[in-house]
């Protein structure tokens, strides 16, 4: 993810996490670059291509895992959930905020939104 994440900055970069859940807890596995969707400036916002989602779906599931969460990135900004973040979210995902100031990764934060995609409190998230 912070690959990723450093070698699209400026822009923000997406993908999926692909992973398996047990007990409640996620755990990563691989993080699947996915290409930014949005057709305007991509300094701060980011779109996901929903047939692309649908590939990586199946790819997942042909390793035996499933998509846990969504990854992107804020470029020299820092890692909250935006309300666009969140209007554009699920509940079903988790979404990892990558900060990437000057090009190098800084910090980042998980988010859990609930179902009315309201608010996402955050999760914790080891690396
Ligand atoms: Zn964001």
């Keep these: 993810m912070v690959a990723h994440a450093e070698a699209a900055y400026p822009r923000e970069c997406c993908g999926a996490i692909l992973g398996t859940e047990k007990d409640g807890v996620r755990h990563g596995v691989v993080a699947w ?5 949005f057709e305007g400036a991509q300094e701060d916002t980011y779109e996901l291509d929903p047939a692309e989602q649908l590939a990586v ?3 997942a ?3 035996g895992l499933s998509i846990i969460g969504i990854f992107h990135s804020h470029p020299d900004c820092d890692a909250y959930f935006s309300k666009r973040d969140l209007a554009s979210s699920c509940p079903w995902y988790s979404f ?3 900060s990437i100031k000057k090009g190098v990764f800084d910090h980042a934060n998980s988010f859990l939104p609930n179902f009315d995609q309201t608010e ?5 998230l080891e690396f």
């Design 33 to 37: 670059q996915m290409r930014n969707a």
């Design 57 to 59: 779906e199946k790819e």
């Design 61 to 63: 599931r042909a390793r």
């Design 96 to 98: 990892v905020v990558l």
């Design 120 to 124: 996402a409190p955050r999760e914790e």
